[in-house]
């Protein structure tokens, strides 16, 4: 079962940055598109974020121009660099495969306040 592992969440102030990583337990980045999503409390889960094996990425529009999402192949680890973090940014990030058919990881809390 592939198992995934994020960190890199934490309290910053509006207007900061985080980088989020997901280190995944197998090599699946070849053939599945990786995608990050955030859960706001009272919220549904959403995907803000998507990257193709290809390389081609998507965002949702509430944070394009401020998310990138990118990867590292050899270290099976994906990011999520956040800029010009907003307060309705702050929710637990997860990443999953695009369609978000794998186990769930722990996921890891972003709080934008000042």
């Known amino acids: 079962q592939v198992q995934l592992v994020e960190s890199g969440g934490g309290l910053v102030q509006p207007g900061g940055s985080l980088k989020l990583s997901c280190r995944v337990s197998?090599?699946?980045?070849?053939?599945?598109?990786m995608g990050w999503y955030r859960q706001a409390p009272g919220k549904q889960r959403e995907l803000v974020a998507r990257?193709?094996?290809?390389?081609?990425?998507n965002y949702a529009d509430s944070v394009k121009g401020r998310f990138t999402i990118s990867r590292d192949n050899p270290k099976n680890t994906l990011y999520l660099q956040m800029n010009s973090l907003k307060p309705e940014d702050t929710a637990v990030y997860y990443c999953?495969?695009?369609?978000?058919?794998?186990?769930w990881g722990q996921g890891t809390q972003v709080t934008v306040s000042s």
């Open positions: 197998e090599n699946i980045f070849s053939f599945n598109a």
């Open positions: 999953n495969a695009d369609g978000g058919y794998l186990a």
């Open positions: 990257l193709t094996p290809g390389g081609s990425t």
